[in-house]
């Protein structure tokens, strides 16, 4: 019993010690957010005493701490098909737009940035899908009845949205009518300051070079009891040398999200790996507001196409007629045998879109020295227990042979 309480005693300062270097390890340069609501829209255009609730652009700067560090704009905006803009630039860096011609029928290039930035990418959802899926496989398939519903015939009304030094930067973005949607749709934005999980399920990693997207449907009609809804989402990379890839992979590691291994990354490549841009996710969502494990579901995925025209945005605001690669792919939220879309109501889902290279899930060094002190701690018991043995053997037999000697003698 006593060398139990002294085995934990010693096991617990070790843990502690382990929790802390992976505490001051895992640590990653703070950036400084700031952020702009419309930033220089002239009052006719976007005042809200007009009631144009639609005109949402929010322009969010990362600023690198450093001097000679460089920054990340980020701009989310729900005109046309919401979308997320990210520049990766040198200090001092601004945002033009012109606001005129942004909201026109032939918005290219009124978002400009001064001086260029190194490198861009964009994501943006163009359909909400519908799907009846009669035979509940959970697939998109051609022989399933479709519909599609653009984001862009949506109105959006910028919710909330916190500017602070305490807070990551985070935007909500609620639909105030939907095409055959009714309910309510939230969009939620939250750029990284530091490197550290998302304080939800499925607890992605977020860095100072990305931000979390996040999207609920809530209390949405649909056409069938067996309806169930995904997302039609497009990718935009200014760097053209370098085909985007889709890749899935697996990990041994369920730390954060228990019973899922499969990671999902997106890599839009820009001149090598640090310099592009990623989007990733677990292949998961939840059926409830509250996100548990209980709730929580599939996500299905589908190929990653190369596509060729993109929905009016941003995005189009910003590239207009510029060389760039654009990708499309398909997810649909469900599992066989779930209920479909109906048995809740609800379905979230969230995705993280950075500069840089995608973040590697891998066990937490507090983890890796639990397992080794959980399989160490009997190896050692074992070697010492076997010396011991031999030692006592060894004595044993030694004893026996003095014994002998002093019969002899005498």
């Known amino acids: 019993m006593e060398n139990r309480t002294n085995s934990a005693q010693w096991i617990i300062p070790f843990l502690f010690l382990a929790c802390s270097i992976q505490f001051v390890c895992g640590k990653q340069s703070t950036r400084q957010i700031s952020m702009e609501y419309n930033p ?7 005042s809200t005493s007009t009631g144009n609730t639609s005109i ?8 690198n701490p450093y001097n000679n560090g460089h920054d990340i704009h980020y701009v989310w905006s729900t ?11 040198v200090k001092s860096t601004e945002i033009k737009i012109d606001w005129a011609k942004f909201i026109s029928d032939n ?11 190194f490198y861009t990418s964009g994501m943006q959802l163009t359909h909400l899908i ?8 959970a697939r998109l398939n051609s022989s399933a009845e479709i519909h599609m519903y653009p984001f862009h015939d ?13 807070s990551d930067g985070r935007v909500n973005f609620t639909t105030e009518y939907g095409t055959n949607t009714n309910g309510s749709i939230l969009l939620s934005f939250d750029a990284g300051k530091s490197k550290e999980r998302i304080s939800r399920l499925p607890f ?10 996040d999207l609920a449907l809530h209390n949405l009609s649909t056409i069938s009891n067996h309806s169930r809804f995904g997302l039609e989402m497009m990718f935009v990379n200014s760097y053209t040398q370098k085909p985007s890839k889709f890749k899935s992979y697996r990990s041994i590691d369920d730390e954060y999200c228990p019973a899922v291994f499969t990671m999902i990354d997106v890599n839009l490549y820009g001149e090598d790996a640090s310099n592009g841009s990623y989007c990733q996710f677990r292949p998961v969502c939840y059926v409830n507001p509250h996100r548990a494990l209980s709730g929580q579901k599939e996500v299905q995925y589908y190929e990653f196409v190369q596509a060729s025209i993109l929905p009016h945005g941003i995005l189009t605001a910003f590239y207009g007629e510029q060389d760039i690669n654009i990708y499309g792919m398909n997810i649909t939220f469900g599992q066989k045998k779930d209920g479909f879309y ?5 379905t979230s889902w969230t995705s993280t879109f950075g500069f840089g290279i995608p973040p590697v899930e891998k066990l937490s060094l507090a983890i890796i020295m639990i397992i080794s002190v959980g399989l160490g701690a009997p190896v050692v018991l074992l070697i010492f227990g076997g010396i011991g043995v031999f030692i006592k053997a060894r004595r044993k037999q030694y004893s026996r042979l003095e014994s002998v000697k002093q019969d002899i003698i005498t």
């Open 130 to 137: 519908e799907f009846v899926d009669v035979n509940d496989t």
């Open 56 to 63: 949402n652009l929010i322009h969010v700067m990362a600023k």
């Open 342 to 346: 109906v048995a809740t109501q609800f």
């Open 79 to 89: 005109i046309g098909s919401p979308a997320v803009l990210i520049a990766y630039t």
């Open 154 to 166: 949506m109105l959006w009304d910028s919710t909330s949205w916190v500017n602070s030094e305490k």
């Open 204 to 213: 992605l990693m977020i860095t100072s070079n990305s931000s979390a997207v």
């Open 40 to 46: 220089g829209c002239p009052k006719e255009i976007c």
């Open 107 to 117: 918005p290219a290039n009124s978002i400009t940035f001064d001086p260029e930035p």
